[in-house]
Nanobody
Framework: QVQLVESGGGLVQAGGSLRLSCAAS????????MGWFRQAPGKEREFVAA????????YYGDSVKGRFTISRDNAANTGYLQMNSLKPEDTAVYYC?????????????????WGQGTHVTVSS
């Protein structure tokens, strides 16, 4: 089992930045690839970014490519999502997820563990 806790969400103006963190506990975090997803009110959960177990491979959704950066610190059992040039359409609940494999994945059903989410609101 892996327990995931997100933090770092909040209210920011358009064009601003936020850094989300995902603290992992339980089984060894560096055994798992991880990802970030988001869900806006009335919309389906959307893939944001993923990173492999080693951190060598990253993958991004088209809507955030070039603005968001995913990273991880396996020694600290923590994953990160740096979000720059935020837009009002980035407003959502952001979830981190982990899966029992090393490789990246972009589908929510490929992940085994989920955090409770952190709210991000971008004002215009």
């Amino acid at each position: 089992q892996v327990q995931l806790v997100e933090s770092g969400g909040g209210l920011v103006q358009a064009g601003g930045s936020l850094r989300l963190s995902c603290a992992a506990s339980g089984r060894t975090f560096n055994s798992d690839a991880m990802g970030w997803f988001r869900q806006a009110p009335g919309k389906e959960r959307e893939f944001v970014a993923a990173i492999s177990r080693s951190g060598a491979t990253t993958y991004y959704g088209d809507s955030v490519k070039g603005r968001f950066t995913i990273s991880r610190d396996n020694a600290a059992n923590t994953g990160y999502l740096q979000m720059n040039s935020l837009k009002p359409e980035d407003t959502a609940v952001y979830y981190c997820a982990a899966r029992n494999l090393a490789s990246v994945a972009s589908s929510a059903d490929q992940y085994d563990y989920w955090g409770q989410g952190t709210h991000v609101t971008v004002s215009s």
